[in-house]
């Protein structure tokens, strides 16, 4: 099993930025694909961005692409989303997920995601 517990959400105003932090434990491997999606009320819960386990590969939705940046720290299994320029369509519950394996083709699946953590709020007022 892999644990994992975001943080880092909170209330900003628009153009602002946050920076969130996902912490992985349990039986995490340095090789797992991570990933950033996000839960805005009454919609589907949608890809944000991925990041393979060496960091190599990187992917963003359109919408947030030049704004946010995944990264990672594997010897202190983290994941970071940093989310500048932030706008009030970027309000919603954001999840971290994890995967054993990267793959380019369904990177951005919630149904390929094998572990979720509980979420974290965003809230960006105009």
């Known amino acids: 099993q892999v644990q994992l517990v975001e943080s880092g959400g909170g209330l900003v105003q628009a153009g602002g930025s946050l920076r969130l932090s996902c912490e992985a434990s349990?039986?995490?491997?340095?090789?797992?694909?991570m990933a950033w999606f996000r839960q805005a009320p009454g919609k589907e819960r949608d890809f944000v961005a991925a990041?393979?386990?060496?960091?190599?590969?990187?992917n963003y939705a359109d919408s947030v692409k030049g704004r946010f940046t995944i990264s990672r720290d594997n010897a202190k299994n983290m994941v970071y989303l940093q989310m500048n320029s932030l706008k009030p369509e970027d309000t919603a519950v954001y999840y971290c997920?994890?995967?054993?394996?990267?793959?380019?083709?369904?990177?951005?699946?919630?149904?390929?995601?094998?572990?979720w953590g509980q979420g974290t709020q965003v809230t960006v007022s105009s």
């Open positions: 349990g039986r995490t491997r340095s090789t797992y694909a």
């Open positions: 990041i393979s386990g060496s960091g190599g590969r990187t």
């Open positions: 997920a994890a995967r054993p394996l990267y793959s380019s083709a369904s990177y951005y699946l919630t149904n390929k995601y094998d572990y």
